[in-house]
């Protein structure tokens, strides 16, 4: 079942190396060899491109870490996961997440299980501690219930490292091993859209101005993913916000006279991103064995300013998530948005594509996910 989804999804890039590969292969049979030893191909063997794969962030990536706490932002019921092959898993979306998508492409035949019960067996090839509701700050997040904050998913982290060192039994071992793995952090939207943008709530918004706030964001970040570095990771995607005033929960509540997206959401969002790209160059600068990658989600998803033309949900929302055994709309491929805050698994398969092998050098900068890999 998995295996086909990688065959359905391969960008058409790769697709076409192959074919091309094929062709002349019945001529040059070398010239394949020569594509083998540079990795070109490996997307069609079994085995994956990096060993391990460990998934940090939100309800983007969340994969069943929240089924067990007390939140309601917790979603193990359909009408989500209905196109997923195992049905609702606590995945925010009605298929794969983007994070999901990028390990197919990396070559892993298994999604990556999340924390909260991955066993010592999975543990080696990877870790999911993806969070709904979580940020960047300990209280993002807070009105929803619990969640695991990404400081705290760093304290996990920890705990895995300790596992996977008493598997290995080797510490030296164990070092250069999770130097080989892909990282990726996909956090920063809940320090918005369930903190500083509801003033009710949250005193953010009291302390800081707009431009303050990503700056002591970003500066909170920088430690995070410092951290990250301090436990061992050399490869570390890191992915910015997507147009958040655009999502239709945002939109509900504070309304976009007339325009088609919350511009002031928006506006921060873009304030934190521009940010987190420089902030990405100098942890390149300041680390040199190190690779940082920024994802630009905008030039993904919006690249001329444009917003979906659907932001309608798929889903019949209580609002916010589905409800509960609601039949949600039959072409999911052609919505945007699965709930309220969510986007489709669609839309997660653009992202993942064009994240793992980059359309526009603004896509990923400096690198995308599957050179990062190779690196
Ligand atoms: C879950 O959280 C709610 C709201 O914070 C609280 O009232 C309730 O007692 C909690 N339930 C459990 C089982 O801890
Ligand atoms: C982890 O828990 C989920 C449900 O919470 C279950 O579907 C899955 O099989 C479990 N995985 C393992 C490896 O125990
Ligand atoms: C531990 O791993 C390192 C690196 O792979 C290796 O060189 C060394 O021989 C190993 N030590 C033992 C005791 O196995
Ligand atoms: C992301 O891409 C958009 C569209 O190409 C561009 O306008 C924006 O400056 C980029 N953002 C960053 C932080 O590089």
């Known amino acids: 079942m998995v295996s086909t989804f990688i065959i359905d999804h391969i960008p058409?890039?790769?697709?076409?190396?192959?074919?091309?590969?094929?062709?002349?292969?019945?001529?040059?049979?070398?010239?394949?060899?020569?594509?083998?030893?540079?990795?070109?191909?490996?997307?069609?063997?079994?085995?994956?491109?990096?060993?391990?794969?460990?998934?940090?962030?939100?309800?983007?990536?969340?994969?069943?870490?929240?089924?067990?706490?007390?939140?309601?932002?917790k979603v193990n019921y359909l009408p989500y996961g209905i196109d997923f092959p195992e049905g609702p898993t606590g995945r925010f979306t009605n298929g794969r997440t983007a994070a999901d998508i990028i390990g197919q492409f990396l070559g892993f035949v298994k999604f990556i299980p999340p924390y909260v019960n991955a066993t010592d067996q999975e543990i080696s090839t990877g870790v999911n501690y993806g969070s709904g509701g979580a940020g960047?700050?300990?209280?993002?997040?807070?009105?929803?219930?619990?969640?695991?904050?990404?400081?705290?998913?760093l304290l996990n982290h920890v705990t895995t490292i300790s596992r996977i060192s008493a598997l290995h039994g080797n510490k030296t071992f164990t070092a250069e091993y999770l130097k080989k793995c892909i990282y990726l952090a996909n956090i920063g939207s809940n320090d918005y859209v369930s903190n500083y943008f509801i003033p009710t709530l949250y005193s953010t918004s009291n302390i800081y101005t707009v431009d303050k706030y990503a700056v002591v964001l970003a500066e909170q970040y920088r430690e995070q993913?410092?951290?990250?570095?301090?436990?061992?990771?050399?490869?570390?995607v890191v992915f910015g916000l997507s147009q958040?005033?655009?999502?239709?929960?945002?939109?509900?509540?504070?309304?976009?006279?007339?325009?088609?997206?919350?511009?002031?959401?928006?506006?921060?969002?873009?304030?934190?991103?521009?940010?987190?790209?420089?902030?990405?160059?100098?942890?390149?600068?300041?680390?040199?064995?190190?690779?940082?990658?920024?994802?630009?989600?905008?030039?993904?998803?919006?690249?001329?300013?444009?917003?979906?033309?659907?932001?309608?949900?798929?889903?019949?929302?209580?609002?916010?998530?589905?409800?509960?055994n609601s039949i949600p709309c039959p072409v999911r491929g052609l919505s945007t948005f699965y709930d309220d805050l969510h986007p489709t698994e669609v839309v997660n398969t653009v992202v993942a594509t064009r994240s793992y092998i980059a359309l526009s050098n603004m896509d990923a900068s400096p690198y995308d996910i599957s050179h990062l890999a190779r690196l």
């Open 225 to 236: 993913l410092t951290k990250l570095y301090n436990l061992g990771a050399r490869k570390i």
């Open 136 to 153: 960047i700050r300990e209280e993002s997040g807070r009105h929803l219930g619990d969640r695991i904050s990404f400081p705290r998913q």
């Open 244 to 324: 958040l005033g655009c999502i239709p929960a945002a939109i509900a509540a504070i309304g976009t006279n007339g325009k088609p997206c919350v511009d002031s959401i928006n506006d921060a969002a873009n304030l934190f991103n521009n940010r987190l790209k420089p902030l990405v160059d100098e942890l390149n600068n300041d680390h040199f064995d190190a690779k940082f990658t920024f994802i630009n989600l905008t030039s993904i998803l919006a690249p001329e300013g444009d917003v979906p033309t659907s932001n309608v949900h798929c889903c019949l929302t209580q609002p916010g998530q589905c409800i509960p």
């Open 12 to 73: 058409s890039i790769i697709v076409q190396q192959v074919n091309m590969a094929r062709l002349l292969s019945l001529y040059f049979p070398i010239l394949i060899f020569v594509g083998l030893l540079h990795g070109q191909m490996r997307l069609v063997s079994s085995e994956p491109h990096v060993p391990c794969y460990f998934i940090f962030g939100d309800s983007l990536v969340d994969s069943g870490n929240n089924n067990i706490l007390n939140t309601t932002a």
